[in-house]
T-cell receptor, first 114, second 114 residues
């Protein structure tokens, strides 16, 4: 496998469920990101793990919980979600401090909360 | 703080016509500029980028973008649109002030009519 792999590609969950999104990067990068992409809204950066530092967007509700056990794997744990959390969740990775490289994105997980 | 403005959330062109997607940025220090493309149900893919050197950046598929410091712009163009160019396009900027984290515009959806 190459690049950034996200699983599952699609997820439907009820508001009382607990599920996790998984992201794995095979690029040797040292930073990983979670983005939320909702219809007609800008990309929203949720969490950053970079050089063992975690940065989070303070507007992200606590029902989203990230985990980064190592530089290649990133999880987003979900519990008691709301219908407005339905969106495409994108994982990305980059090499810090390679300023010019940009990010490499996975194909995303399409989440539907019912 | 840096920001990106993409003028026009939706651009529609005929096949064979010129494509022009506008991007203006604000940055207090020299920026790195990126264009990403997103096809339906996919993640974002890096299309081209400006870091240093030549201000006109070209890609083999005909897309190009020119960094114009005086206009704080990085517009994306293609002389002749193809049906396969239909996608959403995101402009992004990074600089030292954000520790080189990317800030994305809201995206422009390009439709190509036969």
């Amino acid at each position: 496998e190459t690049g950034v792999t996200q699983t599952p590609r699609h997820l439907v969950m009820g508001m009382t469920n607990k599920k996790s999104l998984k992201c794995e990067q095979h690029l040797g990068h040292n930073a990983m990101y979670w983005y939320k992409q909702s219809a007609k809204k800008p990309l929203e950066l949720m969490f950053v793990y970079s050089l063992e530092e975690r940065v989070e967007n303070n507007s992200v509700p606590s029902r989203f919980s990230p985990e980064c056990p190592n530089s290649s794997h990133l999880f987003l744990h979900l519990h008691t979600l709301q219908p407005e959390d339905s969106a495409l969740y994108l994982c990305a990775s980059s090499q810090v401090p390679d300023r010019a490289a940009g990010y490499t994105f996975g194909s995303g997980t399409r989440l539907t909360v019912v | 703080a840096q920001s990106v403005t993409q003028l026009g959330s939706h651009v529609s062109v005929s096949e064979g016509a010129l494509v022009l997607l506008r991007c203006n940025y604000s940055s207090s220090v020299p920026p790195y500029l990126f264009w990403y493309v997103q096809y339906p149900n996919q993640g974002l893919q890096l299309l081209l980028k400006y870091t240093t050197g030549a201000t006109l950046v070209k890609r083999i598929n005909g897309f190009e973008a020119e960094f114009k410091k005086s206009e704080t712009s990085f517009h994306l163009t293609k002389p002749s649109a193809h049906m396969s160019d239909a996608a959403e396009y995101f402009c992004a900027v990074s600089d030292r002030s954000s520790n080189y984290k990317l800030t994305f515009g809201k995206g422009t959806l390009l439709t190509v009519n036969p």
